[in-house]
């Protein structure tokens, strides 16, 4: 068994027991990771081929699918964001199920490139879960009815939001920002009430010197030596929780860059080991997990901060001892480094998808990353060399990570989303 699906299996007790093994509940599936369990997913399709159903969306945005059994949930804004929804839509057929609209009254900053629904929902087999940032958080059961919501405040950024909820037992944790108030909330996921909250994260937008400040990242839950743990990085440091009571385990400092103090991707954490990657050209650094207080000095592994490091925003895969990377320079580079000495495996230095904003996600022994010009390249993670299976193209802008689940794909363009799969409709 590869070193990959370990993981993902020592995984699976953070899991809701009402999920399906083969669902996609979250933001990079179901343990975060980026990694499916599932088998038997096309490596190739078109516009014209292997596509069993593509529906419009409202307005383009980056936020992605998740899938619970037969259902598909996404979100999608409209009139400059003053309309925030979550759309839930058939996997059989496209068919829409239902539509759930949130009115906010002002137009709310943000770039052209990030458009007012940058999240992607979280289920736990019975409920989903959003965050609307501003617009506040709620939760629908499957059929789409409101069972809470919650104003957790106003969050002004220029470039706007992304990090996504988490959920862990009866609890449902989102990493509020980024902006001058940036924060870790749980709440109760039956109710909505708050269970703990950390202390405002010191920081803002833009600092005394101009750089730019801010956290994008969504928190990942693993095992460290027997102990689950709630991993947030921050826009300087990343910080372990323990995810019931919001006790602050250890942190590691090293994400403040020349051009700003930026994280987008998520943790992308191994059994043992992990990698954090600052944005914008900042810092990347490896680190072993655990410890207590400030393990900067005895478990760092090693940074990379001489020098511009390319742009990271979507979030890479572990397997074993190397990390396989989709960055999102101009037009794009894919690399393997070794996360025990951050030593570059290979790199990949031009790719014709464009720069990457979704996120690499491993199924069925390969690799898949969309890139911003629609193509969805699959290679093999191979740590020897970069090993090229296919490129393919829809042509429709995309910022997102596709979802897997029994042997289908769903991917979201800011155009449609489509089941890619090699079953035709009945």
């Not at 179901?30 to 190739?44: K, L």
């Not at 159903?53 to 003053?82: A, C, H, M, T, Y």
């Not at 988490?166 to 269970?195: H, M």
């Not at 290679?379 to 829809?394: G, R, T």
Request: glycine share 12%; hydrophobic share 35%; net charge negative.
């Amino acid at each position: 068994m590869n070193a990959a699906r370990v993981l993902v299996l020592s995984l699976a007790c953070l899991m809701p027991l009402t999920l399906a093994a083969e669902d996609w509940p979250a933001f990079r599936g179901p343990a975060g990771n980026g990694i499916s369990t599932g088998t038997g997913f096309p490596i190739e399709w078109s516009r014209d081929n292997n596509i069993r159903w593509r529906v419009p969306l409202p307005g383009p945005d980056n936020g992605s699918p998740i899938v619970v059994d037969d259902k598909v949930f996404v979100l999608s804004s409209e009139d400059q964001g003053r309309q925030r929804s979550i759309l839930c839509f058939d996997r059989e057929d496209g068919s829409q199920l239902w539509k759930r609209t949130v009115a906010y009254d002002k137009v709310e900053e943000t770039h052209k490139t990030n458009p007012h629904c940058p999240t992607t929902p979280v289920s736990d087999g019975k409920r989903v879960v959003v965050w609307h940032r501003s617009a506040g958080m709620h939760c629908y059961n499957l059929a789409g009815d409101t069972l809470w919501s919650r104003d957790l405040g106003e969050f002004h950024h220029v470039w706007g939001g992304g990090s996504s909820p988490v959920i862990y037992k009866n609890l449902v944790f989102q990493l509020c920002g980024p902006g001058e108030r940036t924060f870790l909330i749980a709440l109760d996921l039956e109710t909505g009430k708050t269970v703990w909250e950390s202390p405002v994260e010191p920081g803002g937008s833009a600092s005394n010197s101009g750089k730019y400040i801010g956290t994008w990242s969504t928190p990942v839950l693993t095992d460290v030596a027997g102990q689950t743990q709630l991993i947030c990085p921050y826009h300087a440091r990343v910080v372990a929780y323990n995810p019931l009571t919001g006790q602050e385990l250890w942190s590691m400092t090293g994400l403040s860059g020349n051009q700003g103090d930026l994280c987008y991707t998520s943790p992308m954490l191994g059994t043992n080991h992990g990698v954090i990657m600052g944005g914008f050209g900042g810092p990347a650094f490896g680190l072993k997990l655990g410890g207590s207080g400030d393990t900067t000095s005895q478990n760092q592994l090693w940074i990379h901060n001489e020098k511009r490091n390319p742009q990271r925003i979507g979030s890479g895969v572990i397997i074993g001892d190397f990390l396989y990377m989709a960055n999102a320079d101009t037009p794009g580079s894919l690399q393997c480094l070794n996360i025990l000495t951050g030593e570059q495996q290979w790199q990949e230095p031009r790719t014709s998808e464009g720069p990457h904003w979704g996120s690499l996600v491993l199924a069925d022994g390969f690799l898949y990353v969309t890139g911003q010009n629609g193509i969805t390249r699959v290679f093999k993670p191979n740590s020897a060399s970069y090993e090229h299976v296919a490129e393919n193209d829809l042509g429709e802008h995309s910022n997102s990570t596709p979802a897997f689940s029994r042997g289908e794909i769903f991917l979201r363009t800011w155009n449609a989303l489509y089941c890619v799969s090699q079953a035709k409709i009945r």
